[in-house]
Nanobody
């Protein structure tokens, strides 16, 4: 199983990006999909997660700006990021959790700078 994250890049403050993460291989019954981020010199932190039924959870710092969604049939998870701030600069990682395992993507860099 591999998770491929994409959509990162350089954006100005106030701009938007949409991250995508697709799972390939034999992965079934994905309970939770989520996005984490790690800024230089900081620990990895949860950005947002979404359960199979659609219940979402997000960090206070991104509430009202970021939206997580998932496509179960395509085994994909998305993160729509609006009104980006310099402090959102980080490597963003996707994660998918099944009954037996948790899988991580390779990370995609988001840089917010003018």
């Amino acid at each position: 199983v591999q998770l491929q994250a994409s959509g990162g890049g350089l954006v100005q403050p106030g701009g938007s990006l949409r991250l995508s993460c697709a799972a390939s291989g034999s992965i079934f019954s994905i309970y939770v999909m989520g996005w984490y981020r790690q800024a230089p010199g900081k620990q990895r932190e949860l950005v947002a997660s979404i359960a199979g039924g659609g219940t979402t959870n997000s960090a206070d710092s991104v509430k009202g700006r970021f939206t997580i969604s998932r496509d179960n049939a395509k085994k994909k998870v998305y993160l729509q990021m609006n009104n980006l701030k310099p402090e959102d600069t980080a490597i963003y990682y996707c994660k998918m959790v099944t009954r037996a395992y948790e899988y991580w993507g390779q990370g995609t860099l988001v840089t917010v700078s003018s």
